[in-house]
């Protein structure tokens, strides 16, 4: 891989408090001109394997890839964005159900559903209905959990926000924007929605080296409960995008609409991650700049409710992990499921409809 060429790694959707939260509007802007490809398939029927065909054969030689994983199961893909070859592809099934809204003009449907038996599938109906079913109630499980872990570090949230000291972090940031943020761009100032953490199979995943190709200058902003964070976060992303530089927003999957963690802004080469107990950047980033945001914190307040935060990072990470328990569990069940499909595809036709799609691809670029 050449030094300019980026593999990016992003998740478009996480299980979250809220349930399962999809970002999958924003894989492709329909008015940029790319084309989208939804791929329709049960599991285990080779959605995943085709999109890393359609890497190996068309990523080399591309400015910048982004590989979108799943978070029921980092190992496989489930979408990939080539900006330079003008095409997004991604799986459509649910959780993540993608249906065209602009059918031939910008989406195309790729059926893997012609591949497999039907009678065969037919045969089992009792199995897969009862394993579909168990997974989806480990899911549900899971995001209860995560709801009760969310809960708790909301109120520990809430609780740092009271004791920040709002004129000496207002100040800070005024005189970081200047720095960073002081000249005006020629752009309209853009925003990407991105998951770079997740709470996974495989536990709480984050994507490090995502990161790094993003930005050279990283500000790694160590903030445990994150009231300081998310509010220096917030700050810097209007001010961004105000000034006209697009920017990536990396959202919490504990707070996927509010809880805005990691920035990043690609013309300016910087980056800014939250770092914590629940995806701690600090021993895999050599930052540019460190913050502490104990010194916007008045220390003697907070430690009024010592007790208290005490108990919620405890009892939240307990929480956690009982939601990871789950979704290993959510796996195996899947693992499961996928074998009825997999005995039941025409692999021979799936390579054949994936190779017809790569020469599609191909002719892209």
């Known amino acids: 891989m050449k030094p300019e060429e980026k593999r990016l790694r992003f998740l478009l959707g996480a299980n979250t408090p809220q349930g399962f939260v999809s970002r999958y509007d924003q894989l492709t802007d329909p008015q940029s001109g790319m084309r989208t490809y939804i791929i329709k398939g049960g599991p285990g029927s080779g959605k995943s394997t085709l999109m890393k065909a359609v890497a190996q054969e068309l990523d080399d030689g591309c400015a910048e890839v982004e590989y979108i994983h799943c978070s029921s199961s980092v190992d496989s893909l489930d979408g990939l964005i080539i900006p330079s070859r003008g095409f997004a592809i991604a799986d459509g099934t649910p959780p993540h159900a993608l249906e065209p809204k602009y059918p031939g003009a910008v989406e195309s449907l790729v059926d893997l559903t012609s591949c497999w038996d039907d009678d065969a599938l037919y045969e089992n109906r009792e199995e897969i209905v009862l394993l ?174 010592k007790k208290r935060l005490t108990f919620n990072r405890k009892a939240a990470a307990q929480m956690v992990a009982q939601a990871e328990t789950l979704l290993r569990e959510a796996k195996e069940l899947h693992d499961q499921l996928e074998e009825y499909y997999i005995a039941a595809t025409d692999f021979k036709k799936v390579d054949a409809l994936t190779q017809q799609l790569i020469a599609k691809l191909k002719k892209h670029g």
């Open 132 to 305: 579909s079913n168990r997974t989806t109630k480990c899911h549900e499980y899971c995001c209860r959990f995560l709801s009760a872990a969310g809960s708790l570090m909301g109120d520990s949230y809430r609780i740092a926000l009271s004791c920040v000291d709002t004129p000496k972090l207002n100040g800070y940031l005024s005189r970081l924007s200047e720095r960073e943020l002081g000249r005006k761009c020629s752009g309209t100032g853009k925003e990407k929605v991105r998951f770079l953490t997740a709470v996974t199979d495989q536990g709480v995943v984050q994507y490090t080296d995502t990161a790094k190709l993003l930005a050279k200058r990283l500000f790694l902003i160590n903030d445990e409960y994150g009231a300081v964070s998310r509010l220096m976060l917030c700050y810097l992303r209007s001010k961004a995008l105000a000034a006209g530089f697009d920017v990536i927003s990396c959202y919490c999957p504990l707070g996927p609409f509010d809880k805005l963690e990691q920035l990043f802004i690609p013309a300016l080469d910087i980056g800014f991650l939250t770092s914590n107990r629940f995806h701690d950047f600090s021993m895999v980033v050599n930052p540019y700049r460190i913050v502490n945001c104990q010194r916007f914190t008045e220390a003697d307040k907070l430690k009024e409710h």
